[in-house]
């Protein structure tokens, strides 16, 4: 499967975004998606992850409350919503895909990456 991230850019402390994944090549529905990120000078983190069908998401504590993951398979996106915006949210975000069961919150779990969105927030 071939993934394909856009939404990022440069939004105020506060501020919202929606990041969008999209795919192709391969049945979507048959992945769990993940969304990761990756601040300068600090190593891969996970973000958010949902299921093949969508009602079931994990997140990292640091964005709980504040993103959101969802899934529209009928269209091949996966989508992170993210409000409420800190600086320390500054990335370059990316999103994933596993053929996993259920969703994991390591990277090396997902073996198809898109080639990320840059998110930067200014204080």
């Known amino acids: 499967v071939q993934l394909q991230a856009s939404g990022g850019g440069l939004v105020q402390a506060g501020g919202s975004l929606r990041l969008s994944c999209a795919a192709s090549?391969?049945?979507?529905?048959?992945?769990?998606m993940g969304w990761f990120r990756q601040a300068p000078g600090k190593e891969r983190e996970f973000v958010a992850a949902v299921n093949r069908i969508g009602p079931v998401t994990y997140y990292a504590d640091s964005v709980k409350g504040r993103f959101t993951i969802s899934r529209d398979n009928a269209k091949d996106t996966v989508y992170l919503q993210m409000n409420s915006l800190k600086p320390d949210d500054t990335a370059a975000y990316y999103c994933?895909?596993?053929?996993?069961?259920?969703?994991?919150?390591?990277?090396?779990?997902?073996?198809?990456w898109g080639q990320g969105t840059l998110v930067t927030v200014s204080s």
């Open positions: 994933a895909a596993s053929s996993r069961t259920w969703p994991s919150r390591s990277s090396d779990n997902y073996a198809y």
């Open positions: 090549g391969r049945t979507f529905s048959s992945y769990v």
